[in-house]
Structure formats: structure tokens, C-alpha cells
């Protein structure tokens, strides 16, 4: 049987490391949207270069032909930058969720111990308790029972006393 103070203090342990791996998580998260918040400003970049583009086409302007090609390339390539981060930054908070889960159920689990610790101490008192009162009214009905002995036997001692007083008397009268 572990000494609730030890888990306690296992307790505290894991709800610490808990608390540290779910920071870590949130901050995974946090660089996730941010990967995500650039990979969504490369992809307008690139969809306005392209309206640009377009639209100078159209209106035959040279330099705004340029400018929207310019910034169409310019999305493509931020994009193609930030693919890989973006999907390493998936990946790292895969790890951080499965981490932290794994903390959590490791708390839990010294959660559970220690409600099962103290669930059979009270089963424990529960037993003394009861046994204290079993021995208090065993007690109690084995020394009826000796003074129900006592009176009968004194009832039969005095029964017989008078039995044989009488049968002396009897004796004693027969003998005049």
C-alpha cells in the first residue's frame, strides 16, 4: 500500500507535467494558425497578382501586366516556402496533442490510485469500527449470559437447599 503523501506528490508531479504539455500544445497550435495565416495571405497575394494581371491585360498596361505577374510569382513561391512548414507544424502538433493525452491519462491514473487508496482505508475503519462493536456486544451478551448461569444456578442451589432442608425436616418429624 503506497503512503498518500508519496502520491500526492505524484499527483502534483503529473499535473505539472500535464499543465507544461499542454502549453506546448497550444503553442504548436498557435504556430500552426500562424503557418496558416501566411499560407492564406501567399494564396490572396498570388489570386490578386493574378486579377492584376488580367486586368491589365484587358486594359493593355504594360507595367501593371508586370506588377500583377510580379506578385502571382511572389504568392507561388511564399506558398511553396510555406508548405513544408506548415505540414512540419501539423506533424509537431500531432505530437504535442499525443503527449499531452498521454500526460493526462498518466494523472488520472494517480487520480485513480489514490481514490482506490482511500477507498480501502475507509473500508479499513469500516472493518475496525464494526469489529469494535461486535466485540463490545459479544462482550455484552456473553456476560448476560453469565449472570442468567449465575441466577439459575442460584435458583437451583437454593432450590435444592430447600429441597433438602425440607426433606431433613421431613426426616427429622418421621424420626418423632
Do not use: C, H
Amino acid at each position: 500500500m503506497a503512503r498518500p503523501e508519496v502520491l500526492r506528490r505524484v499527483l502534483r508531479l503529473r499535473e505539472l507535467q500535464e499543465e507544461q504539455s499542454r502549453l506546448m500544445l497550444e503553442a504548436a497550435a498557435a504556430e500552426r494558425m500562424r503557418m496558416e495565416r501566411v499560407m492564406e495571405s501567399a494564396v490572396q497575394l498570388q489570386v490578386s497578382g493574378r486579377r492584376s494581371f488580367l486586368s491589365a491585360v484587358l486594359a493593355a498596361d504594360g507595367p501593371g501586366r508586370v506588377g500583377g505577374n510580379f506578385d502571382q510569382q511572389q504568392g507561388g513561391s511564399l506558398k511553396e516556402q510555406i508548405a513544408p512548414q506548415l505540414a512540419a507544424a501539423e506533424i509537431k502538433v500531432g505530437q504535442q496533442r499525443a503527449e499531452f493525452l498521454s500526460r493526462r491519462t498518466e494523472r488520472r491514473q494517480v487520480v485513480i490510485l489514490i481514490e482506490n487508496e482511500q477507498a480501502l482505508a475507509d473500508t479499513a475503519i469500516e472493518r475496525r469500527t464494526q469489529q469494535i462493536l461486535d466485540d463490545w456486544y459479544g462482550r455484552r451478551a456473553q456476560k448476560e449470559m453469565q449472570r442468567r448461569d449465575a441466577v439459575t444456578r442460584a435458583r437451583s442451589i437454593s432450590k435444592s437447599t430447600t429441597e433438602s432442608e425440607s426433606a431433613t425436616k421431613g426426616d427429622s418429624t418421621s424420626l418423632l
